[in-house]
């Protein structure tokens, strides 16, 4: 698919799980699986979606290949060096090869700091003399279309596209080459949604930037991503390239997805699978179904499904899904 | 049109504060009638929620407010609405934060007894009478298993299932006319099309009309006959849902829609520039006008609403050059 | 601190309304009055107390016991002395104990609370046992255990107060840093390379430092009110230093005759605590932060 020189990141096999603590002693009561083996290539200059129900462990696994949790099994892989293994995790190296935009722009912005004096903390990391730090937070902010008279505002006087640029500054700040960016635009309206959008873009191509862009918004992953794939209770049931996986979902769960997406015109309408209607809902990642996770939902669920965990089956032009059905049946 | 349920005209809402009174509301009129669906869409602080909580009677503290409001043709008197505390009659609201809306230490059923207890047609219900009412509501909102859900607490229910209890809860008050607030993230795509199918279901079988209060132009236009669209607390554009969206008139309808990533791939537009203006400007000219790329010097005068056609209103000087420049859009 | 300039145009605007917000709260204004007022007249003592020359060893019997008149406008007390003067600089004993125990006990508990809540697990679980245990203890059994054990006087009890109270900071902010870390953005500024310190003291303080702030105006009522209770009970101030205790404690002999000599300081010491107490309250509401 892609050379090494041409990969950034990559992850073999990420598990996590957290334990549930029930009793009054703190006893573990059980675990939620959050990732059950994800591995992913992330290839220089590229977009990589990531979609899925809330709780299937997006987040999670952003957090991981942002270097903030430690995953229980499994490797990260920056330019052929272990990161947990290393325990690179924390380093300098790692911190500005690798940076993380949060969903919520107004609590990842301290209300107590301006916004010069937030994006003067990486700076001082890299000993920039005060003169150079203020020339650079000019440049950063002018990087994401912000005038340089913000840097004296406090994020309650922002409006939350604007903190979002704000945050988007501080993650360029040590001039990374991927963004992990977890639902970016969630928490904005769609005028401002599709402004932060097309910066993130600009910025792509102007700065040679990776994305990993979490988020549940099929339209918008239709429209940006490059690769697209669709997690399910800790696995990537689904992924390929992103015409591909909206032409012809071969996972029902895809499909699932697709067909409840909000749409504004018939057109639209039509490229939606008319045979999957959405049921039911994520169980939770402590009582995993057996077999295939998704059969209790799945309309095409056979008996083989709930005994045997799926193979991930090639579907050509890498993409792939896990599941049983070779060819499920396709849209209407 | 069928007869009016619900009429709120010129609604004006403004608090005082230390830098001067801001003007919120500034004259918003809608309807509903009976067994209708309609949507009001508009991005943050537009004035959709401010609406909703003027025609229960839940304004906040410090809210001043002027206008009329008729129910099912009967003027409500002022000290009926607005701050009145007071629910109307006929008229619920479903809270859709399912986490939140419950209280986690007691039963579903002990829950909704609390709220019949309020209501002067079942507070005298006797007890195996109010439980027969009780398992009603929860199969007109598709809970299977009545008798385990009144005996379960919140955590023991899926996030699906809590809303469908909130529906339920709003369900017992015997309204005509549901209103549901969108809260401002963004549910799951798959709970969300669960959720809308069963308020469509809920106005077909129990002759509702719902007044639905969203960001997303997608599910306004998945689930209402109507739209509304409010752009700083006023009311921009009405027209039934498919003319709204074939044919925007008022240039914040057609920004909007522009911004939305389509599901075909075809990318999205450049959003709004700017934000909302800030309310405690006395301003004679149309409010969208620093944001509009139609505008000119009639825009220093306010627009009223016009009526292009039966059925269709536009506050905009210049929809027929919004129209006209739509469609241009459309040939190229 | 930062090259960044102070954000002035933030400031300018963010302040009327602010000041707006607390003008509005009559009480609090009256506190704020009363403790600057207080304030004021204790630090210009010496040249506005009629007689600053009765402070130290000083009678003058023969003008013992005179009731309020122009020339003792709080009367005398059994030494001869005028009461207005001895309250004037009574205040100063009542303000350099107060800052003395707080001026101890709140940086010591800050420093303590954030390191419990922001490390966690040992440091956590041992300092956090530790002011269980201390605020286990009836903190007056405690001063008096201390300053009894030890000889008692002002430094004493002062030592022995600052010793209990940085425990009801450590605990408060310990819980506040305990929620605040949590935030996205001290994982942000973590991600950028911010160091410990940077994280502790410029971005979590600056969050909590309004509860502290309205703890301590909450606070600085009560530790002048054990302050002078154990002056009353003979283990604080010792005499011919002016404290309102002692005063309302030998005073109290001679009511209700002669009972400007308890009376006035005893007043003194109420519209002192009101004034903190008041002052606290509207911090409270103006922040509207939440204190134990
Ligand atoms: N209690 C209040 N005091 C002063 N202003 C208020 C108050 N409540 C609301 N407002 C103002 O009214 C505006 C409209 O608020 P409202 O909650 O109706 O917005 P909305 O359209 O529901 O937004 P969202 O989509 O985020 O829910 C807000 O921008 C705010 O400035
Ligand atoms: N720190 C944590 N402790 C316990 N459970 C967690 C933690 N983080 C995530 N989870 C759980 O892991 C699951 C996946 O969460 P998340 O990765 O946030 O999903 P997504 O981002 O896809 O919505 C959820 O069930 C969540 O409750
Ligand atoms: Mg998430
Ligand atoms: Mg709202």
Not at chain 3, 152 to 163: E, F, I, R
């Amino acid at each position: 698919m892609s050379s090494p020189s041409d990969l950034v990141l990559s992850a073999e096999g990420l598990q996590q799980s957290f334990a549930v603590a029930r009793s009054v002693a703190g006893r573990t009561k059980g675990w939620l699986r959050v990732l059950r083996g994800v591995s992913l290539e992330l290839a220089r200059g590229e977009i990589f979606g990531l979609a899925g129900e809330s709780g299937s462990g997006k987040s999670t696994l952003g957090r991981i290949l942002a270097g903030i949790d430690r995953p229980l099994g499994g490797r990260l892989l920056l330019g052929g060096r272990d990161v947990f293994g290393d325990r690179l995790e924390n380093s300098l190296l790692f911190k500005r090869t690798v940076q993380m935009v949060f969903q919520d722009p107004s609590s990842s912005l301290n209300p107590r700091r301006t916004t010069g004096q937030t994006l003067e903390v990486p700076l001082q990391v890299l000993r920039l003399a005060r003169g150079q730090r203020s020339a650079r937070v000019a440049e950063l902010l002018d990087l994401v279309e912000l005038d340089p008279r913000y840097a004296l505002q406090y994020p309650s006087t922002l409006s939350g596209g604007q903190k979002q640029r704000v945050a988007l500054a501080r993650a360029l700040a040590l001039n990374p080459q991927v963004l992990i960016l977890d639902e970016p635009t969630s928490a904005l309206d769609v005028s401002v949604q599709a402004k932060i959008i097309k910066l993130l873009l600009r910025l792509r191509s102007q700065l040679g930037l990776s994305y990993v862009l979490i988020s549940h918004d099929l339209s918008l992953m239709r429209n940006v991503a490059d690769r697209t794939s669709v997690m399910y209770l800790g696995r990537i049931v689904e992924a390929g390239p992103t015409p591909r996986i909206f032409q012809g979902p071969q996972h029902p769960y895809t499909q699932m997805l697709l067909a409840a997406v909000p749409t504004l015109t018939p057109d639209e309408e039509a490229l939606k699978p008319a045979k999957v209607q959405p049921v039911g809902e994520i169980p939770s990642p402590s009582r995993i179904p057996s077999g295939c996770s998704f059969h209790p939902r799945c309309p095409f669920a056979m008996p083989v499904c709930s005994d045997q965990a799926p193979p991930a089956v090639p579907k050509g032009e890498g993409q792939f899904a896990e599941c049983h059905l070779g060819v499920p049946a396709g849209r209407a | 049109m069928a007869e009016a349920l619900l009429e709120l005209e010129g609604l004006r809402v403004e608090f005082r504060g230390p830098r001067g009174i801001s003007r919120v509301l500034d004259g918003v009129s809608l309807r509903v009638a009976a067994g209708e669906r309609v949507a009001v869409v508009g991005e943050t602080g537009c004035g959709k929620s401010l609406t909703v909580l003027a025609i229960l009677g839940l304004l906040p503290q410090g809210a001043r407010f002027r206008g009329r409001l008729r129910l099912l043709g009967r003027e409500v008197p002022a000290a009926e609405w607005g701050r009145s505390k007071r629910p109307l009659p006929g008229v619920a609201m479903v809270f859709q934060q399912p986490m939140s809306s419950l209280n986690p230490v007691f039963t579903v059923g002990d829950q909704l007894r609390a709220v019949a207890r309020t209501l002067p047609h079942l507070r005298a219900l006797p007890a195996p009478r109010l439980r027969a009412r009780l398992l009603e509501v929860l199969s007109a909102v598709q809970l299977a298993d009545g008798d385990r859900i009144l005996r379960s607490y919140p955590f023991q229910l899926s996030g699906g299932m809590r809303q469908r209890i909130l529906i339920a809860l709003a369900l017992l008050k015997e309204p005509k006319l549901l209103i549901a607030d969108e809260p401002g993230t963004a549910l799951d795509v798959t709970l969300q099309a669960e959720i809308l199918g069963l308020l469509d279901h809920l106005v077909r079988t129990q002759q509702l009309a719902l007044l639905h209060i969203t960001h997303n132009l997608g599910v306004a236009r998945a689930t209402t006959d109507r739209v509304y669209v409010m752009y700083a607390g006023s009311v921009v554009e009405e027209a039934a849902a498919e003319q709204l969206f074939s044919s925007p008139l008022h240039p914040y309808t057609a920004g909007l829609m522009r911004s939305v990533p389509r599901l075909d791939g075809s990318g999205f537009g450049e959003g709004i520039d700017g934000t909302l203006p800030s309310y405690l400007e006395v301003d004679l000219g149309c409010r969208f006008r620093q944001r509009c790329t139609f505008r000119d010097s009639r825009c220093e005068e306010k627009p009223e609403l016009s009526s292009p056609s039966p059925e269709r209103r536009v506050a905009c000087h210049h929809w027929e050059l919004v129209r006209a420049a739509a469609a241009l859009e459309e040939r190229v | 601190m930062t090259a960044v300039p102070t954000p002035r145009g933030a400031r300018r605007t963010g302040e009327h309304p602010g000041w707006y917000r607390f003008r509005k709260n009559r009480p609090a204004l009256i506190g704020l009055g009363l403790v600057l007022l207080i304030g004021l007249a204790t630090l210009l003592a010496p040249w506005i107390a009629p007689y600053p020359h009765q402070i130290g060893p000083f009678v003058n019997f023969s003008a013992a016991n005179q009731p309020p008149s122009w020339a003792h406008l709080m009367g005398t007390d059994t030494a001869g002395r005028d009461v207005l003067t001895r309250v004037l600089f009574g205040y100063r004993t009542s303000f350099l104990l107060m800052l003395v125990v707080l001026g101890i006990g709140v940086p010591l508990g800050v420093l303590l609370g954030l390191a419990a809540g922001y490390f966690g697990g040992w440091t956590e679980a041992i300092l956090m046992r530790l002011t269980d245990v201390f605020l286990a203890l009836p903190p007056l059994a405690v001063v008096l255990a201390v300053t009894s054990a030890l000889a008692p006087s002002l430094g004493t009890a002062m030592l022995a107060l600052a010793a209990l109270w940085w425990t009801w900071y450590a605990r408060l902010v310990h819980g506040l840093v305990r929620s605040i870390k949590k935030e996205d953005f001290i994982l942000a500024a973590r991600r950028s390379g911010a160091s410990t310190g940077h994280i502790l003291f410029r971005e979590i303080l600056p969050n909590i430092i309004s509860t502290i702030a309205v703890k301590i105006t909450l606070d600085a009522g009560f530790v002048i009110l054990l302050g002078a209770g154990l002056s009353f009970l003979g283990l604080g101030a010792r005499p011919p230093t002016p404290d309102l205790g002692t005063m309302v404690a030998d005073g109290a002999n001679y009511l209700p005759e002669m009972w400007w000599e308890a009376i006035f300081p005893g007043f003194a010491i109420l519209v002192l605590i009101l004034g903190f107490n008041l002052l606290g309250d509207g911090l409270r509401d103006y922040f509207d932060v939440e204190v134990l």
